[in-house]
């Protein structure tokens, strides 16, 4: 079936470096890709998202890029702070199972030290 | 405060009960959402909404049921035939059905959700 593949699972990163987390998805008809950082008992919350038509977009220290020949988009987090310290999903909207949805990685889990 | 609500924030039920989880919004979206995580794992769809009295099964909706009697309001039931119920439980909307508008996607598929429900069967 389709799916999304996320990599790495765990990141630990030093205060100030940069993070990249990788996705990878099946479906080249696939024309959104939102990206979700979710803090401990919490729900996802949207940060950025990309669609089809561009390769590349930012906001402030978080940028994603779309390579759509490849099937694979990256969350790029600059300056990381410890408040960057959490789960992160990447998604992909496809046609899946008979219906159009939202196919979620399995998250990577970010850790920031100080 | 425009969001979603979902309550209760934990809930434990002995094997064999039924138990309602509540979503509520107020953004006034179309279509909502019903998503289980379970750890080291992606959420996956539970059952999905796109207007008023109208729902479709998700990847996973073997024991599970919904209603959407109103706009705002989405709530899952968790039956027994549900076997490996303990989950995190996400509810989420969106501003209109998932698909595509014209033949381009629309913005309406930004899909916001709620704090979540931890559901634990003793």
């Known amino acids: 079936g389709e799916n999304v593949e996320q990599h790495p699972s765990t990141l630990s990163v030093q205060e100030g470096d940069s993070a990249v987390i990788k996705c990878t998805y099946s479906d080249s008809a696939s024309n959104y890709f939102p990206w979700y950082k979710q803090e401990l008992g919490k729900g996802p919350q949207l940060i950025i998202d990309?669609?089809?038509?561009?390769g590349e977009k930012k906001d402030q220290r978080i940028a994603v890029t779309l390579n759509k020949t490849a099937k694979h988009f990256s969350l790029h987090i600059t300056e990381t702070q410890p408040e960057d310290s959490a789960v992160y999903f990447c998604?992909?909207?496809?046609?899946?199972?008979?219906?159009?949805?939202?196919?979620f990685g399995a998250g990577t889990r970010l850790a920031v030290h100080p | 405060d425009g969001g979603i609500t979902q309550s209760p924030k934990y809930l434990f039920r002995k094997e064999g009960q039924n138990v309602t989880l509540s979503c509520e919004q107020n953004?006034?979206?179309?279509?909502m959402y019903w998503y289980r995580q379970d750890p080291g794992q992606g959420l996956r769809l539970i059952y999905y909404?796109?207007?008023?009295?109208?729902?479709q099964k998700g990847d996973i909706a073997e024991g599970y049921s919904v209603s959407r009697e109103k706009k705002e309001s989405f709530p899952l039931t968790v039956t027994s035939a549900q076997k490996n119920p303990t989950a995190f439980y996400l509810c989420?909307?969106?501003?209109?059905?998932?698909?595509?508008?014209?033949?381009?996607?629309?913005?309406?598929?930004?899909?916001?959700f709620g704090p979540g429900t931890r559901l634990t069967v003793l």
């Open positions: 990309i669609r089809s038509n561009v």
């Open positions: 953004l006034n979206h179309d279509a």
């Open positions: 909404s796109q207007i008023v009295n109208d729902f």
């Open positions: 989420a909307s969106s501003m209109g059905p998932a698909g595509l508008v014209g033949g381009y996607l629309s913005s309406y598929n930004e899909q916001f």
């Open positions: 998604a992909a909207f496809m046609f899946s199972g008979g219906y159009n949805k939202l196919i």
